[in-house]
């Protein structure tokens, strides 16, 4: 339990790093660092927080505000797969530059832990479900490739500086305050905003592509456990499920209009997390419904 801590949080404002922030402050002083880039969804501010608007690759007007800090929790990032491939460059200025600078302001100021945000992207088409975290990478875009840079750094920062760092590999995430603009908003908030707005769904390909969808608030409760439990430094753990849905099932359990769009460059087939470690390490199993999510939004 995290209690009378100094906690940083970068992304603090966005989808995920809103319901981490919304649960640290209760007990907590917050700081967040958003430079507020991404349009998937509206950024959410609390009262209490200090929040900064900087870049996190922005050293010189970053460092300070990790002074006196315990906990960095790392989740701000160019977060979506096709924007990466239309700006590489900026993904890896967010995403592996941007880890680097968090990485280093940590060290310099002594944080105590920081956990990392990555991504289940990493583990590409070749390996088969349920996918575990001894895998080999198989990055199929700049996405994937700057976020397991990212990994990398943090094993760096913990074998050769001492940093305490932990890393995250978040399958699908769903829940309240899930991005919904654009076309390239994930699966569920997009086909709830279409089918509200009265549009059909846009399905990818022949939506047999099948994903771990995984709830928001399984992902903060992970980060939060693993601030405290010391088994788990230096370790990459899953935050999924161990089930998965085609797109179509989404889109039936929805009940639209479906529109087949043609399918994208650089995205897995299929997601299944094998939830065996973060179920040792954490004590801990995600598994809120994404059906009764949905009915509860229809």
Do not use: W
């Not at 790093?17 to 950024?43: F, M, T, W, Y």
């Not at 479900?129 to 990478?137: A, F, G, Y």
């Not at 299929?270 to 954490?282: F, P, Q, V």
């Amino acid at each position: 339990m995290l209690k009378n801590k100094t906690i940083l949080v970068t992304g603090g404002t966005g989808f995920i790093g809103s319901h981490l922030v919304e649960r640290l402050k209760l007990d907590n002083k917050v700081i967040v660092i958003d430079n507020q880039c991404s349009d998937a969804s509206e950024p959410v501010f609390f009262k209490e927080p200090i929040y900064v608007n900087h870049d996190i690759s922005d050293y010189e007007n970053t460092r300070k505000y990790y002074d006196n800090v315990d906990y960095v929790f790392h989740l701000a990032a160019e977060a979506r797969i096709q924007p990466t491939l239309e700006n590489p460059i900026l993904a890896a200025k967010s995403n592996s530059l941007g880890t680097c600078t968090v990485l280093q302001c940590a060290r310099e100021a002594g944080v105590k832990r920081v956990m990392y945000s990555s991504t289940s992207s990493a583990y590409g088409l070749k390996n088969t479900p349920p996918l575990h975290e001894c895998m080999d990478n198989d990055c199929l875009n700049p996405y994937s490739v700057t976020k397991t840079s990212g990994e990398e750094l943090c094993k760096m920062y913990t074998k050769l500086f001492d940093l305490e760092t932990v890393i995250f590999r978040y399958f699908n995430v769903f829940g309240p305050r899930q991005p919904i603009k654009g076309q390239y908003a994930p699966v569920v908030g997009l086909f709830l905003r279409q089918k509200q707005a009265g549009e059909g769904m846009t399905v990818v390909g022949d939506g047999l592509q099948r994903r771990d969808f995984t709830h928001v608030k399984d992902v903060v409760e992970a980060n939060i456990r693993a601030a405290t439990f010391d088994n788990v430094v230096g370790e990459t753990i899953n935050v999924g499920t161990g089930t998965n849905y085609s797109v179509l099932e989404i889109a039936k359990m929805i009940k639209g209009t479906i529109i087949n769009i043609p399918e994208r460059k650089g995205e897995a087939r299929e997601t299944l997390a094998s939830t065996y470690k973060i179920e040792k390490l954490l004590k801990f199993k995600p598994g809120r419904y994404l059906e009764e999510f949905i009915n509860d939004n229809i």
